[in-house]
């Protein structure tokens, strides 16, 4: 089975980090994980202690790189707004049956409070772009490509 | 890429041309000086293969600029300039505003010199640190809101923050647009817009916002100096912030609407960032609805962020007759605005630049009329920043623009990683440079050697004549997201 494998971009006014897993939903969760290590220096674990919470999250899109735009935006809200950290994430990804049909993700999250402090909070992330986004199926699995607007 | 590189050919002084070619509407127009044509090769003309996008959307009119703090960005580049006729199909582009809708800088002037400021530099650092929160993780909150009370300051913007006791009415006077954008929609947010701006109304965020105190070292204009209150030993504080969580939503919201929208305008891009829809059209007029929102939103965090510098300097053992802190101006340089250029209304979309507009312009006010629009900016946060005007030949050459700041030259992983061998609070306060930050990730990733030095770029505006130099400001004091 192909590795799971992210590495950073050098993008001159942002960040940019390309992705590549042997499944969509492994991809998803490694995009998770990047998007908090861009957030803080030392993001809590999934075996984190203390108060935890589950969530269930469902999300759609017209495609599946713009599902993964929605999944980050999602993250960013959650950790920004909702002052929650997403520490462990069960995902599905389902294509669409249909021609014209959405892809959805389904997310069960275990979060765990933002603190700031503890965590090494690096600063804000505004958006996930659509810049040069890409995400792509080959032989060895998928593989994606974000900018992050900071 | 070497194609585009020989596409490109002088057009005046630092003024390159890069002539209409495959889908490109228009020419595209961009400002360097050698160093930042060097700089641009370096990262294989990314930028000006942004710039190429943007001219080949529905409605342009020609040029595309870019100033010269160009660099990568996302849809547009940073430094972009792009003027549509909404009349003949021109269109708007969420992501040609970009996440920070209004993201801008106010400059306030004062009764202070260098050697008041110097014994109080640390108390004054830690006051402006507690008192102006950055985001997320700071545990005060400058202002709080009800929802019906945001909704209002949506349509009122700094007024608003004005009638609640945070400011004066000669500071709109000296605000773009007297802080106030019309036509915005308060409806026309989503309620997660509302929900991420209600708790953030007077805070900096992070990233390369910044709040910063500095001593005037240099003056290049002094008619222009004197009109803006600006002498040599003189303190100044900077304001660099936006519209927040708030304005990231509406972008969101709006480039996922536009991408959705995008077959229904039979409108083809290059790049998806730049999902645009016609600005008469019923997504357009929503998003300029939402955009203005946002806007006054910025417009009314810069006058609270005003009031808690007021609030800090007075707490450092300054009284408001000693600091007389007062606004020169604020100016945004992440907006589309509808403007008159060449007999005829424009929506000229800004990212990452700044309006500019010459002596006698009726949109400035009176007390800046003989001199032109103050434009302000900022370099790093160990070097310098500077005060600009516009001129006639930024009405000519770029709808009335200029540059809005210094330019990155280094990723932020980069800078990162340069970081870590070495103190860099130590080397600023080296060079007389008090920092407080919520945390050190951004200090390292806004290094002063991140950035172009911005010296290069005014003098780049300068040559070029779509800006000319008044002043430069020293930091002495910063605080960071």
């Known amino acids: ?150 | 890429m070497t194609t585009l590189e020989r596409t490109f050919e002088t057009a005046g002084r630092c003024r390159y041309r890069i002539p209409r070619h495959g889908d490109m509407r228009v020419d595209a127009v961009f400002y360097a000086s050698q160093a930042i044509l060097d700089m641009l090769a370096e990262e294989d003309y990314a930028s000006l293969r942004q710039l190429v996008n943007v001219a080949t959307l529905p409605g342009i009119v020609a040029p595309a600029l870019a100033m010269p703090d160009i660099h990568w960005g996302y849809g547009f580049p940073i430094g972009g300039v792009a003027a549509f006729d909404p009349r003949a199909g021109g269109v708007v582009s969420p992501g040609g505003v970009g996440y920070d809708i209004n993201c801008g800088v106010r400059l306030l002037g004062s009764a202070l010199t260098a050697d008041d400021l110097a014994p109080r530099v640390e108390r004054l650092a830690d006051a402006l640190f507690r008192r102006v929160p950055t985001g997320v993780g700071s545990k005060r909150q400058a202002e709080r809101l009800e929802e019906d009370e945001l909704r209002r300051l949506l349509v009122e913007g700094a007024g608003f923050m004005v009638a609640r006791g945070h400011g004066e009415a000669d500071d709109l006077a000296r605000t773009e647009s007297g802080g106030r954008l019309a036509g915005a929609d308060p409806d026309a947010l989503s309620p997660r817009a509302l929900e991420r701006g209600l708790p953030q109304l007077g805070s900096l965020g992070s990233g390369n916002h910044f709040l910063e105190v500095q001593v005037v070292d240099e003056i290049y204009h002094a008619a222009a100096a004197a009109a803006m209150g600006l002498a040599r030993g003189t303190v100044t504080v900077l304001i660099h912030t936006g519209s927040r969580g708030l304005g990231h939503q509406v972008c969101s919201d709006y480039v996922e609407r536009f991408l959705d929208a995008l077959p229904r305008y039979g409108i083809d891009l290059p790049d998806r960032q730049l999902a645009a829809a016609p600005a008469e059209s019923p997504d357009g007029r929503a998003y300029l609805g939402a955009m203005a929102a946002a806007a006054n939103f910025a417009f009314a965090n810069r006058q609270r962020i005003t009031a808690s510098v007021r609030e800090a300097f007075e707490e450092a053992g300054f009284t408001p007759r000693d600091h007389g802190l007062h606004v020169i101006y604020d100016l945004a340089h992440n907006n589309a605005k509808l403007e008159e250029h060449g007999g005829r209304p424009l929506l000229v979309h800004r990212k990452g630049a700044t309006r500019a507009f010459p002596p006698g312009h009726p949109e400035l006010p009176p007390a800046y009329r003989p001199i032109g629009q103050p434009v302000f900016v900022p370099g790093d946060m160990g070097r310098y920043s500077y005060v600009l005007v516009g001129t006639e030949g930024a009405m000519r050459d770029t709808f009335g623009s200029s540059c809005h700041g210094a330019g990155r030259r280094m990723s932020r992983h980069r800078a990162r990683k340069e970081a870590r061998r070495r103190d860099l609070l130590r080397e600023l306060a080296d060079r007389g440079v008090v920092v407080r930050a919520a945390g050190r990730g951004t200090v390292a990733e806004e290094m002063p050697e991140a950035y172009k030095d911005v010296a290069d770029v005014v003098d780049t505006v300068d040559a070029a004549g779509i800006g000319r130099k008044v002043a430069r400001l020293r930091p002495r004091l910063v605080v960071k997201g």
Do not use: C
């Open chain 1, 1 to 150: 089975m192909p590795a799971t494998r992210t590495r950073p971009l050098e993008h001159t006014g942002d960040i940019g980090f390309e992705l590549s897993a042997p499944d969509l939903e492994t991809l998803f969760d490694a995009a998770r994980r990047v998007l908090l290590a861009e957030l803080m220096a030392s993001p809590p674990e999934g075996n984190h202690r203390g108060d935890r919470d589950e969530a269930v999250l469902q999300l759609e899109a017209p495609a599946a790189d713009r599902l993964l735009v929605r999944w980050l935006d999602e993250l960013l809200y959650l950790v920004q707004t909702r002052q929650r950290v997403p520490v462990g994430a069960r995902l599905r990804v389902v294509p669409p049956a249909l021609d014209g049909a959405a892809w959805q993700l389904q997310a069960q999250l275990t979060t765990a409070p933002l603190d700031p402090q503890a965590h090494g909070w690096r600063g804000e992330v505004k958006g996930a772009t659509y810049h040069d986004l890409q995400l792509a199926r080959g032989r060895a699995g998928w593989r994606a490509r974000v900018i992050l607007d900071v």
